[in-house]
C-alpha cells in the first residue's frame, strides 16, 4: 500500500528537532525540512548547522539531563535522531559504543516521557556486517530489512542497539518510532570533489573498487536522505510502529556491473550477485518505495562533477 507519494508540502506545518544537525546527512535535513515550512530546531556540539533552522542548540545529548532538557524546552511534534559518532574506528572502540548507544537511549526515552509524537533514529546498513576480518558474504542479494545482522565492531553493533532501542521504546505505544538505514552519504560539496568520510574522494571511490567494494559499493546523495527522512516522518502516524527502512540510491557507486564487480571483493558470491545486472544496487529501497512512495532522484552519474 503506497501511503506517501512526495514530499512536496507537509500535511501540517510542525516544530522538529534535528540531532546532528550540522553532520554530513543533518545539513541536508534541515534544508529540507525548512524549505518544506517545518520549523526546524538543530541540536549538534560542532558548528555548521544550516541558517534555516530556527534555532541551533549545542547540547550534549549523552548526558540525559541535557536530553530531557531540550526536548522540554521545544516540545517538538517530531524528532529526527542523526547525532553519533558517525565514522567506524574514528574514536576508541569503547567510546564510540558508548556515546551512540547513550545518544540513542537518552533521545528515545526524553521524547517518548515528554510525548514526542515522531521519532526516526539513524542506523546504518553496517549493521549487515560486511568487512569482517574473517570473512563475510550475504545470505541473498539483493539485501532488504529482513537480512539478518551481523555487527563485528563497535559502530555497527551501536546501530543495531539502536534499532532495537528504537524498538524497545515502540512498544511503549503513544509515540511511533522508525530507523532509516541511510547508505554511504554523499552531500553536494563532495560530489564537486571535497573529501568523504572515508578521507577519498567519490571520484577515487570509482577508480578503485576495493575502496567502495568493502561496503558493497552502496551510496546515497544526502538530499535523497533527507527527503525519504521527512516523508518517513510525515508518514509515521500511517505506519507500523518500530519499522526499519533502506534509504539507497537506485543505483551502484561503480563504473561496472556488480554481477562482475561483487565476486572480486567479497569471494564466493559470484551466483548471488549474477542478478545484479546492469545498474541495479545490493540494497533493495523496495520497502521504502511501496510504504512511503519514495524513490531515490539522485545518481553519481548526474551528479559527479568533472575534475
Same mark, same amino acid.
Given at each position: ?35 518544506? $515550512? ?20 549545542? @547540547? ?9 532538557? =531540550? #526536548?522540554?524546552?521545544f ?5 529526527i535522531? &542523526? ?12 567510546? #564510540? ?13 526524553a ?19 560486511? $568487512?569482517?576480518?574473517? $570473512? ?6 539483493? #539485501? ?36 532509516v ?6 552531500? /553536494? ?21 576495493? &575502496? ?18 521527512? =516523508? ?14 533502506f534509504? $539507497? ?17 567479497? /569471494?564466493?558470491?559470484? @551466483? &548471488? ?14 520497502? @521504502?518505495?511501496?510504504? &512511503? ?14 575534475s
Amino acid at each position: 500500500m503506497q501511503l506517501f507519494a512526495v514530499l512536496k508540502e507537509p500535511l501540517t506545518v510542525s516544530r522538529v528537532l534535528v540531532t546532528g544537525s550540522a553532520g554530513r546527512l543533518g545539513r541536508s535535513v534541515v534544508s529540507t525540512l525548512a524549505a518544506a $515550512g517545518h520549523e526546524v530546531i538543530g541540536v549538534d556540539r560542532a558548528p555548521g548547522t544550516p541558517e534555516e533552522a530556527a534555532v541551533t542548540l549545542p @547540547a550534549d545529548l549523552t548526558d540525559t539531563g541535557e536530553a530531557f532538557e =531540550v #526536548i522540554a524546552r521545544f516540545r517538538p511534534e517530531s524528532v529526527i535522531h &542523526l547525532a553519533a559518532i558517525a565514522t567506524p574506528f574514528s574514536f576508541p572502540e569503547s567510546v #564510540i559504543y558508548k556515546v551512540n548507544t547513550q545518544l540513542a537511549f537518552n533521545v528515545c526515552e526524553a521524547s517518548v516521557a515528554l510525548g514526542v509524537a515522531g521519532v526516526v533514529v539513524a542506523s546504518s546498513p553496517t549493521v549487515m556486517g560486511y $568487512g569482517a576480518p574473517g $570473512g563475510w558474504a550475504p545470505a541473498y542479494l539483493p #539485501i532488504d530489512e529482513e537480512h539478518p545482522v551481523r555487527p563485528w565492531n563497535a559502530y555497527n553493533l551501536s546501530k543495531v542497539v539502536a534499532e532495537q532501542t528504537m524498538k524497545a521504546f515502540a512498544v511503549a505505544g503513544g509515540t511511533k518510532l522508525a530507523a532509516v538505514r541511510p547508505c554511504f552519504v554523499i552531500p /553536494p560539496e563532495e560530489w564537486a570533489g571535497a573529501p568523504t568520510q572515508s578521507g577519498h574522494t567519490v571520484r577515487e571511490r570509482l577508480d578503485r573498487p576495493e &575502496l567502495g567494494g568493502v561496503s558493497l559499493f552502496n551510496y546515497i546523495d544526502s538530499r535523497d536522505a533527507a527527503e525519504m527522512i521527512a =516523508v518517513l516522518s510525515e508518514a509515521l502516524p500511517e505506519l507500523p510502529n518500530g519499522e526499519v527502512f533502506f534509504a $539507497g540510491a537506485a543505483d551502484a557507486l561503480a563504473r561496472k556491473p556488480l554481477a562482475d564487480l561483487l565476486p572480486q571483493v567479497v /569471494p564466493g558470491t559470484e @551466483a &548471488l550477485a549474477s542478478g545484479l545486472t546492469g545498474t541495479t544496487p545490493a540494497f533493495s529501497t523496495a520497502k @521504502a518505495e511501496r510504504l &512511503l512512495g519514495w524513490q531515490p532522484k539522485r545518481t553519481w552519474r548526474n551528479e559527479l562533477k568533472e575534475s
